[in-house]
């Protein structure tokens, strides 16, 4: 079943920062990745740590707490092609996924 | 371009009229997997494939069967579809050599309805 929790939903201004939070389960980790969905889409990668600490790509970063079991997307400078469903997911083969947390930006 | 390519995309069948999604990737990778993503219920693994003729159950494998013959192809297979399969479904692929990055390459998804 699910190891991962993340928000459902979350309400963010353009321009504004967001971070979205996943916990997991600790047995088997392999690493912590980050998907994108837009409505209608397929998922697509955005980031992966397999250590601690913070991954940046552009205006999307990643954090990873392996001894807290925890770890965050950050999202800055939104704009409103960013809303969209944000997946945390972990292991490697498989790769188990959270609900996914439903992200709106708003003016 | 490499990508993962399902058919079909779109398909209403009856209860018990069996039928397979199709899904093919270019990209020579030994890993595959098919999910099912249903509102509320984020992203579930039904089976995955670590190469050919590797198949393991994933979280929700009942009523579902696969089938790895080949490397590029992970078809999906019901064999006796119920209404309780209506679903958005995506396949996945990713290599398992290098840099283990966790990255999945998926479908466009297949949306099935079953009467």
């Known amino acids: 079943g699910q190891s991962l929790e993340q928000p459902s939903e979350v309400t963010a201004v353009e321009g504004a920062i967001v971070q979205i939070n996943c916990t997991y389960q600790?047995?088997?980790?392999?690493?912590l990745s980050w998907y994108q969905q837009h409505d209608g889409g397929a998922p697509t990668f955005l980031s992966y740590?397999?250590?601690?600490g913070l991954e940046e790509t552009g205006r999307f970063s990643s954090f990873l707490s392996r001894s807290d079991s925890y770890g965050y997307l950050l999202l800055q400078e939104l704009q409103m092609k960013d809303s969209a469903s944000y997946f945390c997911?972990?292991?490697?083969?498989?790769?188990?996924f959270g609900k996914g947390t439903r992200l709106s930006v708003i003016a | 371009e490499a990508q993962v390519t399902q058919n079909p995309r779109y398909l209403i069948t009856v209860t018990g009229k069996k039928l397979t999604v199709t899904c093919s990737q270019n990209?020579?990778?030994?890993?595959m997997s098919w999910y099912r993503q249903d509102p509320g219920l984020g992203l579930r693994q039904i089976y995955y494939?670590?190469?050919?003729?590797?198949?393991d159950k994933g979280d929700v494998p009942e009523g579902y069967k696969v089938s790895r013959k080949e490397k590029r192809n992970f078809p999906l297979i019901l064999e006796s579809p119920s209404p309780n399969q209506t679903s958005l479904y995506f396949c996945?692929?990713?290599?398992?050599?290098?840099?283990?990055?966790?990255?999945?390459?998926f479908g466009e998804g297949s949306r099935l309805t079953v009467l």
């Open positions: 600790t047995s088997g980790f392999y690493g």
């Open positions: 996945a692929s990713r290599g398992t050599s290098g840099r283990l990055n966790g990255e999945l390459f």
């Open positions: 990209m020579n990778h030994e890993y």
């Open positions: 997911a972990r292991g490697n083969t498989p790769l188990v």
């Open positions: 740590n397999g250590l601690d």
């Open positions: 494939s670590m190469n050919v003729e590797v198949t």
